[in-house]
Each structure stands twice: as structure tokens, then as C-alpha cells.
């Protein structure tokens, strides 16, 4: 394995510089207005010019329709929302109404077609992603959120559920694509502006949302096609939908290596699924952690896998990812 190990003779002077790296991929997408805004509020909305090149909208969404007539047996009338009416589902609070904050939820999207693939893949979103976790930064979790009119505010959470104080970088990096348009009557995500600096969670009395709520929590408005991109700290919520038809969203929440992450891809992932898609991705969908063995004989079967696509990755990109402990040359 040493052999093919791109860093091995490399002089500490030439070895790729992930910070510009990152700064050039952001300047070739034109994304530094996105960037200092996520700097400044921690939360930001890239357009659907930017966001969404070609049809990757129109095509997200016929998937997850599909998903959810397979998945729930009914496929959600996006004009009326009648479906998915005060839907109750997973979450349904007894408090306001009865229904459930986030509507349907539809979970583990990235294996369930390409175009998942693809949204995981968008140049856009690993820029903002990479900027805010890094090289190595693995997929949380991918999961749909369909949302009828409904009674009951999504209350402000951070995604980071850590004890806090929590670090000022970023441990998560949350981005969800909207594949209908945001509004406050659309129930659109609300976040409090520069609530990413402030290390910890909303107190009780900071939560909640709508008339009476935190003065500081604000509409995220946006059209069909745009990513919303938020670093992990960002205390956000949603608003209950007023209007008719369904809100449909797909959100990608990405975390540092070192985090335990929603979903558990490690043995999922199947080998044409990683075929044909970049070395990038194997890291994304977990090929390239061996934690979480269950014994050592596993452990010596993901270590070797992991190895194989922790290479694959350094080499791909010249080892811009800086956590790899496979460079220790322990197995070399
Ligand atoms: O439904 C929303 O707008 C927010 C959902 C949420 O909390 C999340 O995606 O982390
Ligand atoms: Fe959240």
C-alpha cells in the first residue's frame, strides 16, 4: 500500500494546501457573496442559477415523489397538499394542533437513485460543505421533508447535538436543496442571524418561533432550485405552512469524521453505487472510516477497506484531506 501512497515522498513544502484549495473551488463557482454571508449570519441562500445547474430540480423532485409513493403509499398533490393535510406522522406535537413540525419525512435518500448521488455531488454544495468541514467531512444523513398546511411552528434547535459550549468551527455542515418556493406562509425555515457564534443551544425561553417567539428569528425565503447552506452552531426552526400545496425539501447534513453520524453507511453502499461515482463520494457514504468494528476480524476487514479508499481519495485530489492515518505507514 505505501507504494501507491501519493504523500510519500512528498516535502512538506509542496504538499497541497487544503485552505486555498478550498478558496480556489469557491472562486470558481463565483460563491464568495455565499460565503461571507455564512460567515456573517450562518445561513445562507444560494440561487437556483447557481445552485441548481440544468434540470437537477425538476428531476429531485419527480424522485422523491416517486420515493413517496413507494415509500407511503400516496403521491402528494403538490398544488393541494391534501394529503398531507395537518399530516401526523413521526414528531406530531399534541401542544399546537396535532400534526408533525417537518410534515413526511422521507430517510436514507442517497442510496435511492443517481439524481441523490448527484445532489450529494454538486460541485456547489461540497464547496460550501468542504469550506465549512473540510476534505474529509462525511454525509450525516440525506432526508426529505414534505410539508401540507399545517398548525405547528418547527421550534429553533442546532443540528449539533452536542454538549455545548460547542467549538466556533464548524462540526456539521447542513444544506437543503428547495424544490418548492420558501416562504413564511409556505412554512419556510427561520434561524436566528449570528446565532452560529454563540456556541450553544437555544435556552428554553429562546425557542419558540411565530407571535410571542424570539424577536430574533427570521423567514429564510427562497425560490425552487435554491440551496440553503447552514453551518452546524446556526439555530433554526420552521414555520407552520398557511398556504395550500406542499413544501418539499431535501436536506444534506454533513459532519467532521470524528462525529457519529445519523445514518450508518459503512456495509450499505453498493459496489456499483460506488463504481460510478468518485473516489469523493466512497468518503462521503463512510468507505474510508473503520470505527465501529465488532470484532477483529472486522476490524482487520475495515481497516483494509478503508485504507483502499482513504488512497483513492489522496489520490484523486493529491491528499487534501489531512486525517488519514493510513500515511503512518502501520499496514504499508
Ligand atoms: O423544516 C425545516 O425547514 C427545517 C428542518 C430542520 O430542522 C433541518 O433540516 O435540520
Ligand atoms: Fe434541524
Redesign the pocket.
Known amino acids: 500500500m505505501a507504494e501507491s501512497n501519493p504523500m510519500k515522498n512528498q516535502p512538506t513544502d509542496t504538499a497541497p494546501d487544503p485552505l486555498k484549495a478550498a478558496w480556489d473551488e469557491i472562486q470558481r463557482l463565483g460563491l464568495e457573496p455565499y460565503v461571507a454571508e455564512l460567515d456573517v449570519n450562518g445561513l445562507t441562500v444560494i440561487p437556483p442559477e447557481i445552485a441548481c445547474p440544468g434540470d437537477l430540480k425538476s428531476r429531485l423532485l419527480e424522485a422523491i415523489l416517486d420515493t413517496a409513493e413507494d415509500e407511503k403509499g400516496f403521491r402528494p398533490d403538490l398544488e393541494t397538499g391534501k394529503t398531507l393535510k395537518n399530516y401526523k406522522g413521526r414528531y406530531a406535537s399534541e401542544e399546537s394542533g396535532g400534526d408533525s ?2 410534515g413526511a419525512l422521507l430517510q436514507c435518500m442517497v442510496l435511492k437513485g443517481r439524481v441523490f448521488e448527484e445532489a450529494l455531488m454538486n460541485p456547489v454544495h461540497l464547496a460550501m460543505a468542504t469550506y465549512l468541514c473540510g476534505y474529509s467531512t462525511i454525509l450525516s444523513s440525506m ?1 426529505c ?1 414534505m ?1 401540507g398546511p399545517n398548525e405547528t411552528c ?1 421550534d429553533l ?1 442546532s ?1 449539533c447535538f452536542l454538549p455545548d459550549p460547542w467549538p466556533s468551527h464548524a462540526m456539521l455542515s ?1 444544506s ?1 436543496y428547495l424544490l418548492t418556493d420558501f416562504s413564511r406562509e409556505d ?3 427561520a434561524y436566528v442571524p449570528g446565532s452560529h457564534r454563540l456556541c450553544r443551544r437555544p435556552r428554553p425561553e429562546e425557542i419558540s418561533i411565530g407571535e410571542g417567539g424570539n424577536p430574533n428569528a427570521v423567514p429564510v425565503e427562497g425560490k425552487a432550485g435554491s440551496l440553503m447552506v447552514w453551518h452546524g452552531n446556526t439555530w ?3 414555520y407552520n405552512r398557511t398556504n395550500k400545496g406542499v413544501r418539499v ?1 431535501l ?1 444534506m ?1 454533513l459532519a467532521r469524521p470524528h462525529m457519529r453520524t445519523e445514518e450508518d453507511l459503512a456495509d450499505r453502499v453498493p459496489e456499483e453505487v460506488l463504481d460510478r461515482n468518485s473516489a469523493r463520494f466512497a468518503i462521503l457514504t463512510h468507505q474510508g472510516l473503520f470505527y465501529g468494528f465488532t470484532s477483529g476480524e472486522d476490524a482487520g476487514r475495515r481497516v483494509e477497506r478503508a485504507s483502499k479508499y482513504q488512497m483513492e481519495y489522496a489520490e484523486e485530489n493529491g491528499g487534501l484531506a489531512s486525517v488519514n492515518p493510513f500515511f503512518m505507514h502501520l499496514h504499508g
Open positions: 413540525p417537518f432526508t421533508f410539508k418547527l434547535h443540528d447542513a437543503t412554512g419556510c425555515t433554526h426552526g420552521a425539501s436536506n447534513l
